[in-house]
């Protein structure tokens, strides 16, 4: 078996799972086809899925089958971990996690500091020293893949290496909104408020994500004031500046706009060169320095993509027994920059999408309810559905249970609303990009 890459690996682990029979086909498409390589190391193996749910059904039915598959794979018995990743592809490691598998990928000592990047480092550096005295809140932003994320959890990790005994709470936007969703269906909101408003220090990811959404804008603006008013540290990450998040509350944008605001734009060719060889001494590998100039050369805006390629090359050396060469790192670089297996856009993705902007159930929209702000959502909905997929009209109005014209009606509707309502405009977009990961 020719296995050169971490999909490679993925693959023959699918392909052993599938010929065992110890799993249904409807098992395997649902719970097991959509989890993500993300690396192999020493002491474990990494997958990424999309949600909880997933996370904790692999966790609970499907481990021994995955793990018995991989040691037959690769020939040795490891630990497989299943983490959950954003909408910006970062995993959301938990706060209870004892990061077995991220504790020196998330540190000052090994984020590549260059012009592009300085500041942002010195000033998350200032907050890990001394919590709330300096900067607060401090803001980080920039495109993703960047290294907002590897700078929020350094100040994780190096409070917590100093003062143990601190309550840091990390999450992500969009985990903040579904945790106050689930803590209102469920009447745990007091313990919701408990947990994020008791902490020394709050770290939120992709805090765009609660743009547009009032309920969850609502619980934020309450629980950064609570903080602020205590002393607590606050530090939030966003993909653009502040004020180009249009439908993110006023009253949160000037409490941002208060602290200290920190721009991360793509690292300069130093700094790449720094980051290869560094990922590459993690994963205790040795590439010549041809390689490592080839690979900073070619992949120019992203982080995450420079990671991407050394981890590839691990996998390679690590069954191949032999040094990559050119021709391989371009195969493995024409592999992530272009992406070819990223996956459509999907209407379940899009229901979701709009039905928490719009702080309704994802059952409503595809209900017969005809109230003005779920006919709406509805509406929304499909015309997002049109606008973001290749589907026909016929074929988004049977994903609806309504008819090529209820589609044709929603579009046209939505088109002209757009035209009429500034905000209502942003809201679509802030939907769009959302659903989009941009």
């Known amino acids: 078996m020719n296995i050169e890459s971490l999909n490679d690996i993925w ?3 699918c392909e052993e799972i599938k010929a065992s029979g110890e799993v249904t086909e409807a098992g395997f498409n649902l719970w097991i086809k959509d989890l993500k390589p993300v690396e192999l190391r020493q002491d474990g193996f990494i997958l990424s899925t999309s949600g909880d749910i997933k996370k904790n059904v692999v966790e609970t039915t499907y481990m021994p089958i995955l793990t018995s598959s991989l040691k037959n794979i690769i020939g040795i018995e490891t630990t497989i ?3 959950v990743e954003d909408k910006s592809g970062n995993l959301i490691v938990p706060e209870t996690d004892n990061a ?3 504790d020196k990928a998330f540190t000052f000592d090994n984020f590549i500091v260059g012009s592009t990047n300085r500041f942002a480092h010195a000033a998350a550096m200032a907050v890990a020293d001394n919590p709330f005295i300096i900067y607060n809140p401090l803001v980080i932003y920039g495109k993703s893949g960047v290294g907002k994320t590897h700078l929020m959890l350094a100040i994780k990790n190096h409070i917590l290496s100093r003062n143990p005994e601190k309550k840091i709470v990390y999450t992500s936007g969009e985990d903040f909104t579904n945790q106050l969703v689930t803590s209102l269906r469920d009447g745990t909101i007091e313990n919701f408020r408990e947990k994020f408003r008791t902490a020394d220090v709050l770290l939120m990811d992709d805090i765009h994500f609660i743009a547009g959404k009032e309920q969850t804008q609502e619980e934020f603006f309450n629980t950064f004031n609570t903080l602020y008013q205590n002393n607590k540290q606050i530090v939030v990450t966003l993909d653009r500046p502040v004020m180009e998040v249009k439908t993110l509350e006023e009253r ?3 409490r941002l706009e208060s602290g200290l605001l920190a721009d991360i734009s793509s690292p300069d060719f130093e700094t790449r060169v720094g980051i290869v060889k560094t990922k590459s001494e993690l994963l205790n590998i040795t590439l010549s320095e041809n390689i490592i100039y080839y690979i900073a050369e070619h992949i120019r805006a992203n982080t995450r993509q420079l990671e991407g390629v050394v981890k590839k090359l691990q996998a390679y050396i690590m069954f191949q027994k032999k040094s990559p060469t ?3 790192v371009q195969g493995f670089i024409r ?4 992406d070819p297996k990223k996956e459509p856009i999907k209407i379940e993705q899009i229901i979701s999408e709009v039905a928490r902007n719009y702080s ?3 059952t409503d929209i595809l209900s017969q309810r005809r109230t003005a702000n779920i006919a709406l959502a509805r509406q929304v ?3 997002i559905a049109k606008e973001t997929t290749e589907l026909s009209y016929k074929a988004i109005g049977e994903s609806f249970g309504k008819d090529h014209t209820t589609v044709l009606y929603a579009c046209r509707e939505i088109e002209k609303k757009i035209k009429q309502d500034p905000f209502e405009k942003e809201v679509i977009e802030e939907i769009i990009k959302n659903i989009k990961g941009e």
């Open 381 to 383: 909905a499909m015309y």
């Open 11 to 13: 693959n023959a682990v």
């Open 360 to 362: 309704i159930q994802e």
């Open 100 to 102: 077995v598998f991220f």
């Open 252 to 254: 949160i944008r000037s």
């Open 335 to 338: 592999d992530i920059v272009n």
């Open 81 to 83: 971990k299943v983490m």
């Open 326 to 328: 050119i021709p391989v």
